[in-house]
């Protein structure tokens, strides 16, 4: 959603960059392009002001610093104001002290709210809370069926009493709920109101009956990212009429421009509690302002690939094949297989490349990536046998023969995948033996030592009267004590200042 933003501010920083000192005219051509950047995001015109008087009343006041140079502080200033507008911190649910918590859903129709709902549940199930999903939305055709389904999805109960189809009362609805929810144990309750067309007064008028009949712990709106300003403005006369406590986004991975996401938590003044990233309902989590800011301009979002690798890798199988790679054992095809389908659960793999710092430099080969390609090495591998698997090397020219008719493939994708699955072997061997290729370890970290060549043996001299004298030793060079003191190759150590990740 943000890559034209993110584009157009790399640009501006990249030009400063080049500057080894900036000045006041220098500050005020670069507000100006991120004024541009962010009226072209359909951020709102008194958030973009706040926003450029605060970076440059900092950037102008600054006093430079030893760590940075002033085209880094500028960034930094940035990153730090972004933080700001998108909420600051993250917030997490208010969980009521006497269960059930009641957590009440609006929003205009067609944001995704109905399959918002469920993914909501599935992720409260998931931190070990026992969610019940409410259908009070009686008015919009098929809502309840489409609830039930999707309860069904994510594996959580749904109650639902009345048809809808413009069948039942939703106040009736909502507070039935709660006694339900209270007899079965339910601790958190989940209530799905109807969607609105715009401001209507009738259903913001069965929205404020919905939230006096049940007094819910946390009324969400649900905001559709992609639709602009509107959903601001949508989202302030809600507040006004009803009330809202929080704000979730929906459909951060479309195209638009995202100026609501950057707008709405400043404009409202309420937190972004969670945010939707996709159509799965595993797609969803909660909203940190800090990694939003470092999304935006191509800092990577790490922390949250961490978390979802958590979640998704099995410890015991990774701890396994780690062990296999420092020389306890052989790693084969099979265990690359089983970390590779591991990675596929935390999502396309573009997604999880976009995460990683510096990966907006090549966004257009991470888009690119083909899905496909890592089917045909799965069905590669599945047609060879578990001896095949565990050892390539046993792979003559009629096994591989065999392996690409099997997996419906020519035979050079099997030698390419044979020759790249050993060529990375023995990469991640080494480095996890505390070295890279051809490099000796480093100290504290084990690994060999790189082969020593023989010295040629010195000529001792000889003294009076036939005494032989002792060489001339050189002292020797103190050892490394930590790995600040050890000294890189030249040609490493600029590859390494060169991807340092800029603040």
Excluded: C
Aim: aromatic residues 4%; charged residues 25%; proline residues 5%.
């Amino acid at each position: 959603m943000f890559d034209t933003l993110q584009d157009r501010l790399s640009s501006v920083f990249k030009g400063l960059r080049a500057k080894g000192r900036l000045t006041e005219a220098d500050i005020d051509a670069t507000m100006r392009e991120i004024r541009i950047a962010l009226l072209e995001a359909d951020v709102n015109l008194g958030v973009v002001k706040e926003f450029v008087a605060a970076v440059k009343g900092r950037a102008m006041e600054a006093e430079l610093s030893k760590a940075l140079n002033p085209s880094q502080q500028v960034i930094k200033f940035v990153h730090e104001e972004l933080i700001s507008i998108l909420g600051g911190e993250a917030r997490a649910v208010r969980f009521a002290k006497q269960p059930p918590t009641v957590i009440m859903l609006a929003g205009l129709q067609g944001a995704g709210k109905t399959t918002l709902a469920g993914k909501l549940a599935r992720w409260l199930k998931a931190e070990k809370h026992a969610p019940l999903l409410v259908a009070a939305d009686l008015q919009r055709p098929n809502a309840v069926n489409q609830l039930q389904i999707v309860g069904e999805r994510a594996g959580v109960h749904v109650f639902a009493p009345e048809p809808g189809n413009g069948v039942g009362d939703p106040v009736d609805v909502a507070r039935r709920a709660i006694a339900h929810a209270s007899a079965k144990l339910y601790d958190v309750v989940i209530v799905d109101t109807a969607g609105r067309l715009g401001i209507d007064e009738e259903l913001m008028q069965q929205a404020a009956d919905i939230k006096a009949a049940v007094r819910p712990h946390e009324t969400l709106f649900v905001v559709d990212a992609m639709i602009g300003q509107d959903a601001v403005n949508t989202a302030k006369a809600f507040d006004e009429g009803v009330g809202v406590d929080g704000v979730v986004l929906t459909k951060l991975d479309g195209d638009a421009r995202g100026g609501a996401a950057l707008s709405i938590a400043r404009v409202l003044g309420k937190p972004i509690m969670f945010a939707s990233s996709g159509e799965a309902l595993g797609d969803f989590d909660r909203f940190h302002p800090d990694r939003m800011a470092s999304r935006i301009l191509g800092m990577g979002d790490v922390l949250t690939l961490i978390e979802q690798a958590e979640k998704t890798f099995d410890a015991e199988q990774s701890r396994a094949a780690a062990e296999k790679l420092m020389g306890r054992g052989k790693f084969g095809l099979q265990d690359f297989l089983s970390q590779m389908q591991q990675l596929r659960k935390m999502g396309p793999m573009s997604k999880i490349l976009g995460m990683l710092p510096g990966a907006g430099q090549f966004k257009d080969a991470i888009n690119e990536i083909d899905e496909k390609e890592i089917d045909r090495i799965e069905a590669i591998i599945y047609s060879m046998t578990p001896a095949e698997r565990d050892d390539v090397s046993v792979l003559n020219g009629s096994r591989r023969a065999r392996i690409a008719k099997g997996a419906g493939v020519q035979v050079s994708e099997v030698n390419k995948l044979v020759t790249r699955f050993v060529e990375a072997r023995k990469m991640m061997e080494a480095m996890a033996g505390g070295g890279m290729p051809g490099m000796p370890g480093m100290p504290g970290m084990g690994g060999r030592r790189a082969p020593q060549k023989k010295q040629p043996k010195k000529q001792q001299r000889k003294g009076p009267k036939g005494v032989r004298s002792q060489p001339s030793a050189r002292p020797a060079a103190p050892a490394p004590q930590s790995l600040d003191e050890f000294q890189l190759p030249p040609e490493l150590q600029k590859m390494f200042d060169a991807n340092k990740p800029k603040f």
